[in-house]
Nanobody, 116 residues
Framework: QVQLVESGGGLVQAGGSLRLSCATS????????MAWFRQAPGKEREYVAT????????FYAEPVKGRFTISRDNAKNTVYLQMNSLKPEDTAVYYC?????????WGKGTLVTVSS
């Protein structure tokens, strides 16, 4: 069974940092683009960042560019999102996503709350 499990969310003050983890299992994602999305209450799901599981190519949405870093550890089958200089508008449920081979998988999300 394919599973993506996020962790690392929590409460942090504005200007602080958090590192989210997405542990994958059930298959190899070497041909999948791994990504992070987020969704705040009452808002649409928003793209955050992407990384190639077998490469080093990364992409970021403008609101997080320069503050967030997506990375991977293939030995641990895990993708990370390092979030620095957090702002209250970063408050959302963060979801891990995998796309490729005509398939898509989602985690259940982890909540990040940034206080002002």
């Amino acid at each position: 069974q394919v599973q993506l499990v996020e962790s690392g969310g929590g409460l942090v003050q504005a200007g602080g940092s958090l590192r989210l983890s997405c542990a994958t299992s059930g298959r190899t994602f070497s041909n999948y683009a791994m990504a992070w999305f987020r969704q705040a209450p009452g808002k649409e799901r928003e793209y955050v960042a992407t990384i190639s599981w077998s490469g080093s190519t990364t992409f970021y949405a403008e609101p997080v560019k320069g503050r967030f870093t997506i990375s991977r550890d293939n030995a641990k089958n895990t993708v990370y999102l390092q979030m620095n200089s957090l702002k209250p508008e970063d408050t959302a449920v963060y979801y891990c996503n995998a796309r490729g081979e005509g398939r898509e998988y989602w985690g259940k999300g982890t909540l990040v709350t940034v206080s002002s």
